[in-house]
C-alpha cells in the first residue's frame, strides 16, 4: 500500500488535476503581481491588485492548456474574493455556500466532470433513437420493457423522467455521483410516480454497482466531458452487446468517428455523436 501510494503521489505531481493546476497558476500570478508592483514601486489598492493578479492567472492558464471554461474563474477568482472580504458577510456564509458546492461538485476534483445539464433539445432528439417497439432485446413478456437505457451521469434526472413519460414501454436508469443532484433526482422519480426509472448514487467505474454493467442496456447515454471518454469507450466496447447504440452528448471519443451526428440545434450547440456496437 505505502508503494501504490508513493507511486500515485509521484502521477499526481507528473500531471496534477486542472483544479490543481489552477490553484498553483494562482499562486504564481500572485508572486508576479506582488514583484511588478514592487520593482516600480506601484501602490494599487486591494482590488485593482486583485485585477492584477486575475490578469495574469487567466494569462498562466491559456498557455498551461486548461480548458477555456477555466479563463473567466481564474480571471475573477482573487477580485470577487477580495470584494466578498471588503463586505464583511459572516462566516457561516462561506460555510453553507462551500457546503453546497461540495454536494453538487463532489467528485468533479477526480473525475474532471462538471455538472452539465442536458437541455430538452437533446431530450427529444435521444427520442429518436430510442429501439422501436419491435426491436429491443425480443420478446419480454407481458409487463417486461422492451428496451433499457442508461443515462451515465444522469444530473437532475431530466433525460429520464422525460424518457420515462414519452416511451413508457422502455426502462431508465441513471448513475449519478455527486449527492445534491442524486437526491433531486431521486425524489423526482420517487414523487413523479416513474416506475419504469431507478437512479443510483455511484461511481460509473465501480464495478460492484451491477447498474453499471452496460451489457444490460440496449442504449447507453452520457454527458460527462472529454477527460473520461478514451476510458468510458473501453468499457463500452469490452460490456455492451452487438446491436445496441452508444450514444454521447457535445463530447467526442479520440480517434472514433461516430456512425451518425445529430445537430440538436439548442443554445449550447449540443450534438449527439453515436455509435451502434
Not at 128 to 143: H, K
Request: with cysteine.
Amino acid at each position: 500500500m505505502l508503494i501504490w501510494n508513493r507511486y500515485n503521489l509521484l502521477a499526481l505531481f507528473k500531471k496534477p488535476p486542472p483544479s490543481v493546476t489552477a490553484l498553483l497558476l494562482q499562486f504564481a500570478a500572485f508572486v508576479l503581481a506582488l514583484l511588478c508592483t514592487g520593482l516600480i514601486g506601484l501602490q494599487l489598492s486591494p482590488l485593482a491588485f486583485a485585477l492584477l493578479c486575475g490578469l495574469f492567472a487567466a494569462a498562466f492558464s491559456h498557455f498551461a492548456g486548461l480548458a477555456r471554461w477555466w479563463l473567466p474563474i481564474q480571471l475573477l477568482f482573487a477580485p470577487a474574493l477580495v470584494s466578498m472580504l471588503a463586505l464583511n458577510i459572516p462566516s457561516e456564509f462561506f460555510l453553507a455556500a462551500f457546503l453546497i458546492l461540495l454536494a453538487v461538485y463532489w467528485s468533479t476534483f477526480r473525475t474532471q466532470v462538471p455538472l452539465y445539464l442536458s437541455s430538452d433539445k437533446v431530450w427529444r432528439a435521444l427520442e429518436t433513437q430510442l429501439p422501436s417497439p419491435a426491436c429491443g432485446r425480443g420478446a419480454r413478456g407481458e409487463g417486461k420493457p422492451n428496451f433499457r437505457l442508461i443515462d451515465l451521469g444522469s444530473g437532475l434526472g431530466g433525460v429520464l423522467t422525460h424518457l420515462a413519460s414519452v416511451r413508457p414501454d422502455g426502462h431508465y436508469s441513471g448513475v449519478e455521483s455527486a449527492p445534491l443532484p442524486f437526491l433531486w433526482s431521486w425524489l423526482r422519480v420517487k414523487l413523479g410516480g416513474y416506475r419504469n426509472c431507478d437512479v443510483y448514487w455511484g461511481s460509473i467505474w465501480d464495478d460492484s454497482l451491477v447498474a453499471c454493467d452496460l451489457a444490460r442496456y440496449d442504449v447507453v447515454f452520457a454527458y460527462l466531458s472529454p477527460v473520461p471518454m478514451e476510458r468510458l469507450w473501453r468499457k463500452a466496447r469490452a460490456e455492451m452487446r452487438p446491436g445496441t447504440i452508444f450514444i454521447s452528448s457535445t463530447f467526442a471519443v479520440p480517434e472514433q468517428t461516430p456512425h451518425e451526428t445529430v445537430q440538436v440545434g439548442d443554445l449550447h450547440h449540443s450534438e449527439l455523436l453515436i455509435w451502434r456496437m
